[in-house]
Structure formats: C-alpha cells, structure tokens
C-alpha cells in the first residue's frame, strides 16, 4: 500500500558542522583522550562482513594494522569471499524496491538522523578510530570524520531536495510536465579510500540517497572506521541490504561486482592506474549489462602553487606547508609541486620555508605536539624512500628531510627537495607522502612557467595561485583553465569544505562529479520526463492539412 504524501515537505536548514579544536585542557579532548584509551584496550577489534543486515564471518581474515605501531591491529576483518558478495548483490537487489519507493522525506529523515550521530553519539569513537587505525592527529581527524562526513551527509539532503525541484520551465495549455530522477536500474559498487573516513561514507551514502542499493568495499587500511559508519547507517534506520558491507581482496571483490549484469554504476576514489583499469573492464563487460554503467571517480593529484613575485611571503610559504605536509601529504590534494620566483626564493622564501618545516614533529599521532603522524603502511613507506632515492640520483638536492624510520611505525620526515629540472621524477609523479619538490623560476618567466605547468604530469585536481597582483591572478587562471578543477587564491590547494568548494579534478584525476555539491547526485539517478493531457482530442488532423 503506497504511504500518502501529505505536504510538500522542506528539509531543516543546513549549515557546515562547526570544528571542534580540541584546546588544551577542554572537556572536547579529555573526551577523545577517553575515547582513545578506551579504544585502545580493546584492540584488536573482529569485524564482519555485513550482509542482508547480518554479520558474516567468512574465516579468511585480514589485519589492519595501526600505522604508528604496526605490531599491533586495530581490527582483524572477514574477507569476503565468492558467495558472500553474490549474496550481497542478490539482497541488495532484493531491497532495492522498497528503498526506492520510500517516501524521499523519510530517506532525508534517516540521512540527517546519521549525521546527528556523527556529530554527537559517534563523535569521538570515529575520531579515535581515525587516528589509531588510519595515522591522522586529531585536527586531521575532526575536520574529516567529524565535520566532513556530518557535511556529506547532512547536505546530500539538501542537495538532493534541489534536484527533485529541478522540473520543466513551461507547461502548455491542457497539460502538465514533470520530471521524477529515478534511482539506477541495478545496483552501485562504491570502493572507498583509506586516507578520508568521510568519503567512506559519502561514496556508498550519495547513491543511496537518491534511493540505490549499494555493495560497498571499504580500504583494507580503513576498514573498522568504515564497519562504524555502517553501524551508524543502521542505527539511523537504513533497512538491511540497501548498503552491503564487504570488507576484502580489492581485484576479487570488485571483479565479480563489475562482472554482474545489474552493476549499474561505480563510485570510486583511488588510484588512477586502478580506475583506468575498472574503465577498461567495464568496457569490456558492456554486453553483459542490462544498461550502460555510470563511471564516477576521483582519483590522483600532482598539486602545484604556483607563487607570483608580487605574493605575500609569510602566508605564501605557511599556506605550502600546511599543504604539502597535513596528514603526512596523503590527500589527493596535497601539495607536491611548488613554483618560486628567483627574487623570492634568493630573499626569504628559502629561509622561512625550512625554518618553519624544522619546527615540525612527527611521530606517533597520540602525542597531541606532533603535527606528522606515520604514512599509511609498509608499500606506501617503501615507494615514498624510493622516490626520494630516485630524487636524488636525478640530480635533486635534499634542503631538508629526505629519512624515514620503520622501526615501530612508517614515519617519514618532511622533505623538500630543490630541482633544477622541472620535469624531473617528483615533479611529474604522483607520491603520495611527506614529499614537496619546489622549482625556481626567473622572475620574468611568469607566463612561461604556467604553461610549464600546465603540460608537465597528467593530473588536474587542485592548484592554488599566490599574487596581490589582479592580473597576475586572472592571467594565471586563464593558462591554467584545464590544469586543475579546484583552484584557490592565495590559499593552499587542500581542505574544500562541502557546499562551499565542490571537490573534483579532470584529465588523469578523475571524472570530476564534484562531490559536496548537487552536481554528483546527477550520476547516480536516471530522469524520466512525464507529460499528462488533460484535455482529449476532437480529430487527427492538423489545421495545415485542411484545404
């Protein structure tokens, strides 16, 4: 029996999730200091695989180590094997009626209530979760898996409010036209990263919005975070089987989902080599598909600054720090390219950029002083050194960091190295860690240096343009139209914020969707246009056939 819709209802007003910071001596961080060490004497934590709502306990375990320590693991997880994630399919197809057809104000209902517990009940669990399992010091963890993921979700609402509003300008005479955005025929894959708990739960959380079914397949080096989100979806009333949770091996778990003829649509952030290679098989499976499949991902960045003679030195140099170095350089946008003039760089430039990366610490991410924590894991410690090394025989010339210590956890010093060729090894590859390599340019090559920038690595994510000069600043972003698709203003190219800076890049980087705007929602709903005639017809012919 269909429920009736009885008003035209509005969602609340929505406004960014105020930050917490965490002061010395706040109640806030005695709350996550608790939450940590409570956290911490449970280790290591079993975490299912969720199916049809119930937990499922394959046998075939895997460790998530904790990055700062990594003897010891946050959790040991069932892999999903064959069966389960046939199961998973088939419930999730299963459920797929009912979600869809439920009444769009109680999906916004369940999404705000999840964001609610976010923000409250599951605050500093995630937080803690965070921190221990994925390496982020606890400003880097609020402003991801508090503040971000509340956003994703609490404005996934309103956005998707703005899109059914999206209806035909005109109507004729005796006629009504309409447009409904139906969810996909089928079910979508949602493979998330290690590096945001948030776009853990956005990437399964925006196709289940707009009323999909989701099969979702966390990061091996995220995972108890991401068992934590889907507990908080259950808890704020998404029925069982809408969002699978199969934690396992990426190739076999994603290979038998895009091999299914109702896979309907990929969400994905990652790799680019990755998501170059689903785009092909997906290809390659296209006959054995009900439709053609959505391709949605965001996936590498080679982030450049690109400073202007005329920039203000301090905040030119405090903003690359922040943004190559947060989170040990492990966002799809940090910074990895920085381009200097000769006048700056032989005056203060040089002097304050060391002095102010000397004053960073790293270490472990429970010591509230250090502001670098440990890479994410022993293959990305080894390809970071190895780059370095690589560095270095290229000629590159180390001013500061350049070492690492395996020992306990993956840290890695923050590292600067000087080229004098700009499109050497770490100018053109993506790294993904502590690593900013900076070019000196002359000061009357400006012009030539955007287009150097333009052409030199394959990835156009986000870039940020220092100058107190106008022109200098339009100039750039003009040369630079097509080199990122975030750009900021004498700001560093990290930290978009939902409903303020819609996030995405193009060319190697991803399909730029931009999540944290209406614009995603789009890719995960199928239009269909209604017209209804009031008024019947008195005869076939037209008054140009009448003689």
Sequence with gaps: MATPQLATFKVPEINNEPMVTYAVGSA???????????????????????????????????????????????????????????????????????????????????????????????????????????????????????????????????????????????????????????????????????????????????????????????????????????????????????????????????AQAISHKNFAALHFTGSTFVFKKLWKDIANNVDKYRGYPRIVGETGGKNFHIVHPSAEVKNAVLQSVRGAFEYQGQKCSALSRLYVPSSLWNGEFKTLLLSEIAKIKVGSPLDWGNFLGPVIGRPAYDKIIGYIQKAKEAGGEILIGGSGDDSKGYFIQPTVILTKDPRSVTMVEEIFGPVLTVYVYEDSKFEETLDLIDTTTEYALTGAIFSSDRKALLTATNRLRNAAGNVYYNEKCTGAVVGQQPFGGARASGTNDKAGSTSIFYRFVSARSIKENFVGLEDFQYPSNLV
């Design 28 to 254: 806030d961080r005695r709350a996550l200091q608790d939450a940590l060490a409570e956290m911490d004497s449970q280790l290591p934590f079993e975490v299912p695989c969720i199916v049809n709502g119930k937990p499922i306990k394959t046998g075939n375990t895997a460790k998530q180590p904790l990055p700062h320590d990594h003897a010891r693991h946050l959790c040991v997880y069932h892999e999903a094997d064959q069966a389960t994630v046939a199961n998973a399919i088939e419930g999730a197809l299963a459920a797929k009626a009912e979600w869809e057809s439920l009444p769009w104000n109680d999906r916004a209902a369940i999404f705000l209530k999840a964001a609610d517990l976010v923000s409250g009940k599951y605050r500093y669990k995630l937080l803690a979760a965070t921190i221990l399992g994925q390496g982020k010091n606890a400003w880097q963890a609020e402003i991801d898996a508090a503040a971000e993921l509340t956003d994703f979700l609490r404005f996934g609402v309103k956005f998707v409010e703005e899109l059914y509003a999206q209806q035909p300008a005109r109507n004729s005479a005796g006629a009504w036209n309409r447009v409904e955005y139906r969810a996909l025929e089928g079910f979508v894959l949602a493979v998330s990263p290690f590096n945001f708990t948030a776009i853990g739960g956005n990437l399964p959380g925006t196709p289940a919005l707009v009323g999909n079914v989701v099969v979702w397949k966390p990061s091996p080096a995220a995972t108890y975070s991401n068992y934590l989100i889907h507990q908080i979806f259950t808890e704020a009333g998404i029925p069982p089987g809408v969002i699978q949770f199969v934690p396992g091996p990426p190739p076999e778990v994603v």
